[in-house]
Structure formats: structure tokens, C-alpha cells
């Protein structure tokens, strides 16, 4: 029963085998992604179909009371970044062992929750955009003052342009942060994972500083002397974060040991 | 939740020839303070055979399985996996990890969303998949691919991890205790569908299992660790050797125990019969034949109990 390690293979032989090794990457990528974003709408749906019930319902009473104010409606919309930060934790740790145990590598796992902050959030950056379009076309129809009051880098939902490239950013970074905080459970445990939580948060503060979008971000950028920087420098600290979430990312999952069965089925019934 | 992937519907490549593997003095701690789960284990498993992994509760067969699966790194030494004459590092290696498969106590499986899709990811995934018999196996285990495994019982959990398993055609395929919870039928169907699948299609396997009478038939090799130490590796007809079991008329075969250790003694009126541990010879076995008794190898279980066997914290444990 023994045997000892022999030639090294052939360079067509080596060529033929990283083909297989690259379309295995691939297959794993896509895998990755097609499932996390998929899962991400799936459960997306509940929360967009919750999220325009409960901010018409907003606009109603505000109509009948006849004081009719857009910010109100705006923080419903205003809140996908924040669903998709609590999707960001729950969906890679359902997926992560079992993404290893059908073949696939951390790389590739890497590298599907990379191109699924990217789908996820220019996808919900367009509902955001979208919903915020109409909002402003309703606003404005019935002669209602369309303006927020929240936001500095867009001023009503007539920029979509300016909106989906804010929002994206946002939902993008807080995707990710949410991986990292949840990956970094999974990697070090109770006490790592909370010392953890602090460096993961760093992205979507970062984010929020530059794009001076939502509650805090404003007065974040405010108190750090960059409120009123241009649009160009704004989407230049977004990309930033997003780069930044995507490292922690891969630092998190980089040579990450799996945990026994027990514990991913236990984080996986939450 | 609900998987958006589907499975491939053209025939999946022929997989490469089955892998072996190689540890060499591989050490793994889970912590700083804890014991060796692995402490120095060396070992080599042959591409294209059925190989049995035995050791007690905690003696590192898991381990060992995460290792070769790339589930983790050793602390030290090496562990390489490949066909042969291309064994290499597994961890991380795309290569490696696309042509093993791990099938863990209770599988890596969503338990939370259908069977299906669990499957569908496999499936896009592993390119030597084989729907087909992934639907026959479910079907013969009596799971529905519309249940959850959440919803299923714990011998259904397992059968499904077996079917996902045999389903995924990997060269080197590893079931870790997939039994557990499964019912006498279930089990032996799996052993039969383990056994016409490795006929037709080789691969290696190997087998981590308690239950050593119900599946020593099938080993053609066998690895014994305890403690995290290898205590043996090799194929099962020596391992078989080791010893030799007598059976007769009493007086007779106490003859011919003689002093030797005897692994265990059984007795009904006044036939007898005994294992006995060590080489027993061409001319004593003739003699033993000659004289009236039935000659035959150890059972691999009866070796195992040996060889693992800890005088005093078994009665411990036993009280």
C-alpha cells in the first residue's frame, strides 16, 4: 500500500489541467453569484413589496392630514442598504460550506460574493432609483414639494442618474460588510468575530462619509469636513469603500478552515 | 430559499482516472492548548480502491477527511491527493477540490430550502455529475426532492448526503460516517448502490464507518487510527492475516491457542471458536486443517477492538 510520488505531468498534460482548473473557477463564480443574488430578489420581493405598502400607506395619511412631506416616504426607500446588510450576514453563511463541499474553492466563493455585491447593488440601486423617480413624478404632479431634506448629493428623485450610482455604491459596500461580519463569526468565533465587527463597519462608514446619503452620512461627512465635495469625489470614497469591504472579504475567507456540520446548520437556523 | 442554478442536461465528462493520496507526518490542532486531533500521520491511500477508515470517537478520521477534502490545512506536514504520479497540495486547488468529494455526518446540504436545491448546486458545480442516478438514489431512499432536509429524519438526511455523494462521480469520493440514523435496508442499499457504481464507473472511496462487520466486505484496503497516530494501512487481506479464527471441538482448539492472545472466544456445547492475533504459520494451519478444524481470518472488527483497545478507560467508559 504504498506508492511515491512520481514525474511531474507533461506541459500538455499541465495545459489541459488548468483549462479545467479555470472553467472550475468559473462554474464556482457563477454558482456563487447565481445563487447569492438570487436569493438576495428572492427574499428582496417581501421586502420591496413591504417597503412601497408601507410608504404609500405613509403618503396617504400624510394626504388626508394635508401635510404631505417627501423625507417621510424617502426613509422607507432609503432603507435597502440596511436589509441588504442583514442579507449580506445570513446568505454566504448558509452558503459557505457547502460552496467548499461541492467542489468549489474560497477563491471562487470570493470572487461570486464580489460580483454579487456588484448585481445586488446596481439592481436595488435601480429599484431605489426607480421607486425615487416616481416618487419625485407624484410629488411633483400634485404640486408637493418633492425636495428631501436628507440629502446632499441629490436633491429629489428626478436625478436618477445621480441616485442609482449613490444607491448602488451604498448597497454594494453594505452587502459586503455584512459578509465580513459574518464570515468573521464564522472564522474566530464569538470574541473574534465581535472584535471583528468594528473593522468590518469601517466600509460603510466610509461610504455613507463620502456619498453624504441617508440619516447619519450627512452629518458623518459634516463632522469630517467633507460635506459639499463634488460629485466625482464622492464616487471616488464609494468605489474606495466598496474596494475595502471587498478585501476584507477576501481576507476573511482566505484559508478559512470549514466548521463541523453542527455549526453551519446551527447558523444556518439562525 | 430557493437556488437559481440548474443542472447541466448534456452528458457530463468522463472524469479522470481515480486519485490516491498522501500524508506525511501531518499534524492538526485546533488550539494552542489542545491535543494532536493528528499527531504525525503518515499514510498513503491507492487510486482505485475501497478503502476503510476505522478509529474510535475522536481518534481523527474526520480530520483526516477534512484534510484531503481541503476543509482545512494541517498545522504541519503535508497532505497531497491526485491521480497517479500527479499528487499535489489540495487547499485551494481548484483542480483537487473539483475531483473530491466529502460527504460529512448529515452532509453539507441547505436544510432549509428543497433537496433540489441542494442538488442544483452540486450539480453546477461538480462536472462529472450524474442527475440521473442522483434521481434514481432519492427515489430508492424514498426522499422527495421537494422536502427540506430540515424536515427529513436523520437516516433520510444521511441517505440524501449518500445519494449527493455517489451522484457527484468525483474521483476520490469520501463518506464520513454516512450511515448514521439510516435503517438496515437503507444501509445495505447504499452499500449495494456504492458497490454497482464503483463497478462501473472506478473511483477511489473511502469509507469512515462504526458499523465494521456490516462493511469490512467491501474494503480492499484499511487504515486504523487512534489517538491520531496511524496504527495501520494497509490492504484488508493482510490486515486479515494478522490473525486467524478456529473452529471446532473444544479440547481441539484450545490445543492450538497455545499461549497465543487470543481477540476473542466463543463457545456453543462443546464446539468452540477462537480468534487468535499474530501470524500463524503454512504448517500449523495445515496441521490445524488435518486435525478437523476450520481455519479462517480474523474479521477486521476483532482487530480493530484489539489494536484500539485501552484496558482501563474502557472499563471506565464501560461503567
New interface residues.
Given amino acids: 500500500?504504498?506508492?511515491e510520488?512520481?514525474?511531474r505531468?507533461s506541459a500538455e498534460r499541465a495545459a489541459e489541467?488548468a483549462a479545467?482548473?479555470?472553467?472550475?473557477?468559473r462554474?464556482?463564480v457563477?454558482?456563487a453569484t447565481?445563487?447569492a443574488?438570487?436569493?438576495t430578489w428572492?427574499?428582496g420581493i417581501w421586502f420591496w413589496a413591504i417597503a412601497i405598502v408601507v410608504g404609500a400607506t405613509i403618503l396617504v395619511v400624510m394626504q388626508r392630514n394635508g401635510d404631505v412631506d417627501v423625507d417621510a416616504v424617502n426613509s422607507v426607500m432609503d432603507s435597502a442598504r440596511f436589509f441588504l446588510f442583514v442579507l449580506g450576514i445570513v446568505v454566504p453563511l448558509?452558503m459557505v460550506?457547502?460552496?467548499?463541499?461541492?467542489?468549489?474553492?474560497?477563491?471562487?466563493f470570493t470572487h461570486g460574493l464580489w460580483l454579487s455585491g456588484v448585481v445586488v447593488g446596481v439592481s436595488y440601486g435601480l429599484a431605489v432609483a426607480a421607486v425615487g423617480w416616481f416618487q419625485w413624478w407624484l410629488f411633483t404632479r400634485n404640486g408637493w414639494s418633492a425636495t428631501s431634506a436628507q440629502h446632499q448629493l441629490y436633491a429629489d428623485g428626478s436625478e436618477v442618474g445621480l441616485v442609482l450610482l449613490v444607491q448602488s455604491l451604498l448597497c454594494a459596500t453594505y452587502f459586503l460588510a455584512g459578509v465580513v461580519i459574518a464570515l468573521g463569526y464564522y472564522r474566530a468565533g464569538f470574541w473574534g468575530g465581535t472584535a471583528l465587527v468594528p473593522v468590518a463597519v469601517v466600509p460603510a462608514a466610509l461610504a455613507e462619509i463620502s456619498l453624504q446619503s441617508g440619516w447619519f452620512g450627512r452629518a458623518l461627512a459634516d463632522w469630517v469636513g467633507l460635506a459639499g465635495a463634488p460629485v466625482w469625489a464622492a464616487t471616488l470614497g464609494g468605489l474606495a469603500a466598496f474596494t475595502l469591504a471587498a478585501l476584507l472579504v477576501r481576507a476573511v475567507l482566505r484559508?478559512l478552515?470549514?466548521r463541523?456540520?453542527e455549526f453551519?446548520?446551527s447558523v444556518?437556523?439562525g | 430559499?430557493?437556488?437559481?442554478?440548474a443542472p447541466s442536461t448534456s452528458a457530463p465528462p468522463s472524469p479522470p482516472e481515480p486519485f490516491?493520496a498522501?500524508l506525511r507526518d501531518v499534524v492538526v490542532r485546533y488550539g494552542s492548548d489542545d491535543d494532536a486531533a493528528l499527531d504525525g500521520a503518515t499514510l498513503?491511500i491507492?487510486p482505485g480502491t475501497i478503502t476503510g477508515l476505522l478509529g474510535r470517537n475522536g481518534a481523527g478520521k474526520?480530520t483526516l477527511a477534512?484534510l484531503l477534502?481541503?476543509?482545512?490545512?494541517p498545522t504541519s506536514g503535508t497532505v497531497?491527493v491526485g491521480a497517479?504520479?500527479?499528487?499535489e497540495d489540495p487547499?485551494?486547488?481548484?483542480?483537487s477540490?473539483?475531483?473530491?468529494?466529502?460527504?460529512?455526518?448529515?452532509?453539507?446540504?441547505?436544510?432549509?430550502s428543497k433537496a433540489k436545491d441542494?442538488l442544483d448546486?452540486?450539480a453546477?458545480?461538480?462536472?462529472h455529475w450524474d442527475a440521473d442516478l442522483a434521481a434514481r438514489l432519492l427515489d430508492e431512499f424514498e426522499i422527495s426532492p421537494r422536502k427540506h432536509p430540515?424536515q427529513m429524519s436523520r437516516g433520510k438526511r444521511s441517505a440524501f448526503g449518500a445519494a449527493i455523494g455517489l451522484a457527484?462521480r468525483?474521483p476520490l469520493t469520501i463518506f464520513d460516517e454516512v450511515y448514521l440514523g439510516m435503517d438496515a435496508p437503507s444501509r445495505y442499499a447504499f452499500y449495494d448502490a456504492l458497490l454497482a457504481d464503483y463497478a462501473e464507473h472506478p473511483r477511489t472511496i473511502v469509507l469512515s464507518s462504526h458499523l465494521i462487520d456490516e462493511v469490512e466486505r467491501l474494503f480492499e484496503?484499511v487504515v486504523v487510527i487512534d489517538r491520531g497516530k496511524v496504527l495501520l494501512?494497509?490492504?484488508a487481506e493482510d490486515v486479515r492475516s494478522r490473525g486467524v479464527s478456529l473452529t471446532g471441538p473444544a479440547e481441539l482448539v484450545e490445543r492450538f491457542v497455545d499461549g497465543r492472545e487470543v481477540l476473542a472466544r466463543q463457545r456453543l456445547g462443546g464446539t468452540a471458536q477462537v480468534t487468535l492475533f499474530g501470524a500463524f504459520g503454512t504448517d500449523e494451519r495445515a496441521a490445524a486443517t488435518g486435525a478437523g478444524l476450520e481455519v479462517g481470518s480474523v474479521p477486521v472488527q476483532d482487530l480493530f477492538v484489539h489494536l484500539t483497545r485501552r484496558p482501563g478507560s474502557d472499563r471506565e467508559e464501560a461503567r
Fill in positions: 500500500m504504498s506508492t510520488t512520481h514525474p505531468p489541467r479545467l482548473a479555470a472553467a472550475a473557477h462554474r464556482g457563477r454558482a447565481e445563487y443574488v438570487g436569493v428572492y427574499v448558509s460550506a457547502l460552496h467548499v463541499a461541492a467542489g468549489g474553492t474560497r477563491r471562487s484559508n478552515a470549514l463541523p456540520v453551519a446548520a444556518a437556523r | 430559499m430557493n437556488a437559481r442554478t490516491g498522501q498513503t491507492r474526520t477534512a477534502a481541503a476543509f482545512r490545512r497531497r497517479d504520479g500527479e499528487l487547499f485551494e486547488n481548484p483542480w477540490t473539483t475531483h473530491v468529494q466529502l460527504v460529512r455526518e448529515s452532509g453539507d446540504v441547505w436544510g432549509d441542494t448546486y452540486y453546477a458545480l461538480r462536472p430540515d457527484s468525483a484496503d494501512a494497509e490492504p
